[in-house]
């Protein structure tokens, strides 16, 4: 990510620090070596030829020095190292810092430093000699002063050689610090092992030098073919490490490249945010390619290889020196972008890629669109580290394809896989496949723990689901809590009171809870018999096998089994007041959660085998219901949802079948309905499984009419016998003529097909009579009842009486007080 030349630069705040480093190294350079240099023009004329010969290719060999690609914090490896301690051996400091420094101007010419940094590394080298120095003095003082080695030269020449390694790499390592304002132990680690192989290396081969200049001045240059060999073997390691790091097709990173620059950048980030700095922010860009699959079908793969290389061009040119581009393989792309302040600074660098894919690719004349849906996630808001944020980019991209957006942000909400989801996915298997339900749950509605939302489960294609989406109360029984006037799910209070006293008593003795909030001292009141007050008991916080711990423990009340329960919303009908049906309603209390939002519990189980055990057991549950019904001489018929996945493998239809065979129960009372969604989903094998389960007899209900994209000629098609008008609209009837008009021409629209209409979310008297004079059918929501156990409707039903709302009359017949 950073550009060449900005080797030569320093960052504007460090200038002070960094330099003022560099001048002091040079000063001590100076220092250090300025006697034994002085000295040195006197010596010139008694060195032997063999000095000549090492000083000579000191130079020469550093005008080609061996720069390790990706080594960004280390300097060059110079073989002139070898050549300069071999003389500091044999002939003395100032010899060896006259060569050094000759060679690292030649270096630093070839390799167009600037001349602080060349003056830098003639210093260190200066002071690395100079300690080399002082440490072999402590030994013998002249190696092979009898033409010997003895273990006493190799233990100095060794003390020697790390002494040299340790000030120069303990300069420069400080150097990078204070230039580029890094943590001090991961700027001297990094690097470490190749700098002690390299120059380590270099460093133990000045003994053989001075040993062969002993010996015979022409073995010297004998010396350059071990070390040829060493740089060559270097050299195509290197570039075999640098290669692997590349895509072959566009010569960008690749993902291995990806991941260690976004774990080098998460620590230079993670320091800038300890120290206060805005641009502590780091961007992760996924960029998949819109309809390149069609270009590779199209026109083939070669074609397509073209247009990954013309794409990747555009995105570089786009993209600033900071930010770093990645192919991670097919059509997808990846953009690291750094230094930034905030989610806005990575919707600009998102912008520029839109502006740089936006224009069509010319290829053979041919202009090819291809845009790309791009994910972000930022640190450390969305993630501290590379696999989290990939992962969190990729469902943000993947979100902006289901949005048909460009680019989107992660968000959790979109993350229908993370951790808390998986675990419950879990609980939810092992619950089902247990077999643990609460059948018998006797508990009032409202006593619920933890959050309990009535609407269906799972809105756009779930097992089974409510009628109204109203949320079940997270309080106590007297404090109703519902979804009300807002289109998509707003809450509003219910009324409690009705300047009519007909009316008032009609809508309180119609649900029991209203009933129990609204009764006074001297009002009567028929109410079942008080239960037992159960104990609580507290559990600790944190997982249990799935979900996020709560700071604060959850209350779960002994007696009250956790698993799954069916719930039954009665289904109303307009003219007479009769209940017809029920809906039935998924409801899940899990052990430490609570009540587990049914729509949640949808997401969760839609995308996985996890669906198909669901639905049986909604599906077995119900029908069983009915059979007790029956066995009771009721004849209520009963409505569920199905997903889509259980339309497209029609197993769900064989399932019924069986059941309703077993069970002795008529398939005229039982319905499945089925969302607009599910419907467009794939239309031929939904179509094949309703059509089987018309023919056994079982209704079609079409669900959240209104809401989604299903043509009249599916409409025509169906065998289809009731329409749900979704609550969204039947919500707003009362207040917006609109909503009013939409539900009105929904009911005459499919009384003319000759289905059936049933509104949701009936919430209060005038949307009531609003309807039937509409021509509504049937009508379910809390005005009329919440969502109850099956034993709890029984109750319910028996204390019930038929409420028409036409003519409403002192004489006309009310629900039981």
Same mark, same amino acid.
């Given at each position: 990510m950073?550009?060449a030349d900005?080797?030569? +630069?320093?960052?504007?705040?460090?200038?002070?620090? $960094?330099f003022g480093?560099v001048?002091?190294?040079?000063?001590?350079a100076?220092?250090?070596?300025?006697?034994?240099?002085?000295?040195?023009?006197?010596?010139?004329?008694?060195?032997?030829?063999? $000095?000549w010969?090492?000083?000579?290719?000191?130079?020469v060999?550093?005008?080609?020095?061996?720069?390790?690609?990706?080594?960004r914090?280390?300097?060059?490896?110079?073989?002139?190292?070898?050549?300069t301690?071999a003389?500091?051996?044999?002939?003395?400091?100032?010899?060896?810092?006259?060569?050094?420094?000759?060679? &690292?101007?030649?270096?630093?010419?070839?390799?167009?430093? &600037?001349?602080w940094?060349?003056?830098?590394?003639?210093a260190?080298?200066?002071?690395?000699?100079?300690?080399?120095?002082?440490v072999?003095?402590?030994?013998?003082?002249?190696?092979?002063?009898?033409d010997?080695?003895?273990?006493?030269?190799?233990?100095?020449?060794?003390?020697?050689?790390? !002494?040299?390694?340790?000030?120069?790499?303990g300069?420069?390592s400080?150097?990078?610090? @204070?230039?580029?304002?890094?943590?001090w132990w991961?700027?001297?680690?990094?690097?470490?092992?190749?700098?002690?192989l390299a120059?380590?290396?270099?460093?133990?081969?000045?003994p053989? @030098?001075?040993?062969?200049?002993?010996a %015979?001045?022409?073995?010297?240059?004998?010396?350059?073919?071990?070390?040829?060999?060493?740089?060559?073997? +270097?050299?195509?390691?290197?570039?075999?490490?640098?290669?692997? !790091?590349?895509?072959?097709?566009?010569?960008?990173?690749?993902?291995?490249?990806?991941?260690?620059? &976004?774990a080098? /950048?998460?620590?230079?980030?993670? *320091?800038?945010?300890? /120290?206060g700095?805005p641009?502590?922010?780091?961007?992760?860009?996924?960029i998949?390619?819109?309809r390149?699959k069609?270009?590779? #079908? +199209?026109?083939?793969h070669?074609?397509?290889?073209?247009?990954l290389?013309?794409? %990747?061009?555009?995105?570089?040119?786009?993209?600033?020196?900071?930010?770093?581009?990645?192919?991670l393989g097919?059509?997808e $792309?990846?953009?690291v972008? +750094?230094?930034?302040?905030?989610?806005d600074?990575?919707?600009?660098v998102?912008d520029?890629?839109?502006?740089?894919?936006? *224009?069509?690719?010319?290829?053979?004349?041919?202009?090819?669109?291809?845009?790309?849906?791009?994910?972000?996630?930022?640190?450390p808001?969305?993630?501290?580290?590379?696999?989290t944020?990939?992962?969190?980019? #990729?469902?943000?991209?993947?979100?902006?394809?289901?949005?048909?957006?460009?680019?989107?942000?992660?968000?959790?909400e979109?993350?229908?896989?993370? !951790?808390?989801r998986?675990?419950?996915?879990?609980?939810?298997?092992?619950?089902?496949?247990?077999?643990?339900?609460?059948?018998?749950?006797?508990?009032?509605?409202?006593?619920a723990?933890?959050?309990?939302a009535g609407?269906?489960?799972?809105?756009?294609?779930?097992?089974a689901?409510g009628g109204?989406?109203?949320?079940?109360?997270a309080?106590?029984?007297d404090?109703?809590v519902?979804?009300?006037?807002?289109?998509?799910?707003?809450?509003?209070?219910?009324?409690?009171?009705?300047?009519d =006293?007909?009316?008032?008593?009609?809508?309180?003795?119609?649900?029991?809870?209203?009933?129990?909030?609204?009764r006074?001292?001297?009002?009567?009141?028929?109410?079942?018999?008080?239960?037992?007050?159960?104990? /609580?008991?507290?559990l600790?916080?944190?997982?249990?096998?799935?979900?996020p711990?709560?700071?604060t423990?959850q209350?779960v =009340? &002994?007696?009250?089994?956790?698993?799954?329960?069916?719930y039954?919303?009665p289904q109303?009908?307009i003219?007479?007041g *009769?209940?017809?049906?029920?809906?039935?309603?998924l409801r899940?209390?899990?052990?430490?959660?609570?009540?587990?939002d049914?729509?949640?519990l949808?997401?969760?189980?839609?995308?996985?085998?996890?669906?198909?055990?669901?639905?049986?057991?909604?599906?077995?549950?119900?029908?069983? /219901?009915?059979?007790?019904?029956?066995a009771?001489?009721?004849?209520?018929r !009963?409505a569920l949802?199905v997903?889509?996945?259980?339309?497209?493998?029609g197993e769900?239809?064989?399932?019924?079948?069986? @059941?309703?065979t077993?069970?002795?129960?008529?398939?005229?009372?039982?319905?499945l309905?089925?969302?607009?969604?599910?419907?467009?989903?794939?239309?031929?094998?939904?179509?094949?499984?309703?059509?089987?389960?018309?023919?056994?007899?079982?209704?079609?209900?079409?669900?959240?009419f209104?809401t989604?994209?299903s043509s009249?000629?599916?409409?025509?098609?169906?065998p289809?016998?009731?329409?749900?008008?979704?609550?969204?609209?039947?919500?707003?009837?009362?207040d917006?003529?609109?909503?009013?008009?939409?539900?009105?021409?929904?009911?005459e629209?499919?009384?003319? @097909?000759g289905?059936?209409?049933?509104?949701?979310?009936v919430?209060?008297?005038?949307?009531w009579?609003?309807?039937?004079?509409?021509?509504?059918?049937?009508?379910?929501?809390?005005?009329?009842?919440?969502?109850?156990?099956?034993?709890?409707?029984?109750?319910?039903?028996?204390?019930y009486r038929?409420?028409?709302?036409?003519?409403v009359?002192?004489?006309?017949?009310?629900?039981?007080?």
């Amino acid at each position: 990510m950073e550009a060449a030349d900005l080797r030569n +630069a320093v960052p504007p705040a460090r200038v002070g620090p $960094f330099f003022g480093f560099v001048g002091a190294t040079v000063v001590l350079a100076v220092g250090l070596t300025a006697g034994p240099l002085v000295s040195l023009p006197g010596d010139l004329a008694t060195l032997p030829g063999a $000095f000549w010969i090492m000083a000579a290719l000191a130079v020469v060999c550093d005008a080609r020095p061996f720069v390790p690609p990706g080594q960004r914090h280390t300097s060059a490896v110079f073989p002139s190292i070898c050549f300069t301690f071999a003389i500091l051996v044999a002939w003395g400091p100032g010899a060896a810092v006259a060569v050094q420094t000759a060679a &690292v101007v030649v270096s630093g010419w070839r390799l167009r430093h &600037v001349a602080w940094r060349t003056a830098f590394n003639a210093a260190q080298y200066a002071c690395a000699l100079a300690a080399a120095h002082e440490v072999n003095q402590l030994g013998p003082g002249a190696a092979f002063a009898d033409d010997r080695l003895h273990w006493t030269d190799a233990v100095a020449l060794a003390g020697a050689a790390v !002494a040299w390694f340790v000030v120069s790499y303990g300069l420069v390592s400080t150097a990078v610090r @204070l230039r580029f304002g890094d943590p001090w132990w991961p700027t001297v680690r990094r690097g470490l092992g190749f700098e002690l192989l390299a120059t380590g290396s270099l460093l133990l081969l000045a003994p053989v @030098l001075v040993a062969a200049a002993r010996a %015979s001045a022409a073995l010297i240059p004998l010396v350059l073919v071990p070390l040829f060999a060493v740089y060559r073997m +270097a050299r195509l390691s290197a570039d075999q490490e640098h290669l692997a !790091a590349l895509d072959p097709l566009t010569g960008l990173p690749n993902r291995k490249a990806l991941l260690t620059e &976004v774990a080098e /950048q998460i620590r230079r980030h993670a *320091e800038r945010g300890a /120290q206060g700095m805005p641009d502590g922010h780091l961007a992760l860009l996924l960029i998949d390619l819109d309809r390149f699959k069609n270009v590779n #079908d +199209a026109l083939g793969h070669a074609v397509g290889d073209r247009l990954l290389v013309a794409v %990747s061009d555009r995105l570089t040119s786009a993209l600033g020196s900071r930010d770093m581009v990645a192919r991670l393989g097919g059509d997808e $792309f990846a953009v690291v972008s +750094a230094g930034l302040t905030g989610v806005d600074d990575a919707r600009r660098v998102a912008d520029r890629v839109v502006r740089a894919l936006a *224009e069509p690719v010319p290829l053979d004349g041919l202009p090819l669109d291809v845009g790309g849906s791009i994910g972000i996630a930022l640190y450390p808001e969305h993630g501290e580290d590379f696999a989290t944020l990939m992962r969190h980019a #990729d469902v943000a991209m993947y979100d902006a394809k289901h949005r048909n957006d460009t680019v989107a942000v992660y968000a959790a909400e979109s993350d229908h896989n993370s !951790a808390e989801r998986l675990g419950l996915l879990a609980d939810l298997r092992r619950v089902l496949e247990s077999g643990t339900t609460d059948r018998a749950a006797s508990r009032p509605i409202g006593a619920a723990t933890g959050t309990e939302a009535g609407t269906t489960a799972g809105a756009a294609a779930g097992a089974a689901r409510g009628g109204d989406g109203a949320a079940l109360p997270a309080g106590d029984d007297d404090t109703p809590v519902h979804q009300g006037s807002r289109r998509w799910g707003g809450r509003r209070d219910r009324p409690t009171a009705h300047p009519d =006293e007909l009316i008032n008593q009609i809508i309180t003795g119609a649900d029991p809870v209203r009933r129990r909030a609204g009764r006074t001292d001297d009002t009567p009141a028929i109410r079942p018999p008080e239960p037992t007050p159960a104990r /609580q008991w507290t559990l600790p916080a944190g997982p249990v096998g799935s979900g996020p711990a709560d700071d604060t423990a959850q209350r779960v =009340e &002994v007696g009250e089994p956790c698993g799954i329960t069916m719930y039954y919303q009665p289904q109303v009908q307009i003219a007479t007041g *009769e209940v017809v049906g029920v809906e039935a309603l998924l409801r899940w209390r899990h052990p430490r959660r609570g009540m587990v939002d049914p729509e949640e519990l949808i997401r969760v189980a839609e995308q996985s085998a996890v669906m198909r055990l669901l639905t049986r057991r909604v599906v077995d549950d119900v029908v069983g /219901q009915l059979a007790r019904w029956s066995a009771a001489g009721s004849t209520l018929r !009963a409505a569920l949802n199905v997903s889509v996945r259980d339309l497209h493998t029609g197993e769900i239809a064989d399932q019924i079948g069986d @059941l309703l065979t077993r069970h002795a129960i008529r398939p005229d009372r039982l319905q499945l309905e089925i969302t607009e969604g599910a419907l467009m989903a794939d239309p031929r094998r939904v179509l094949d499984t309703i059509s089987r389960l018309h023919r056994i007899g079982v209704a079609i209900a079409l669900d959240d009419f209104g809401t989604g994209y299903s043509s009249l000629q599916h409409l025509r098609r169906l065998p289809l016998s009731e329409v749900k008008v979704d609550r969204s609209f039947v919500l707003g009837m009362a207040d917006d003529p609109d909503d009013a008009a939409i539900v009105r021409s929904m009911i005459e629209l499919a009384g003319a @097909l000759g289905l059936r209409v049933v509104a949701e979310g009936v919430e209060d008297e005038r949307t009531w009579r609003l309807l039937h004079a509409a021509g509504c059918d049937l009508a379910q929501g809390w005005f009329f009842a919440r969502p109850m156990p099956a034993d709890e409707l029984t109750a319910w039903l028996a204390r019930y009486r038929p409420v028409r709302p036409a003519g409403v009359t002192g004489s006309r017949s009310r629900p039981s007080g």
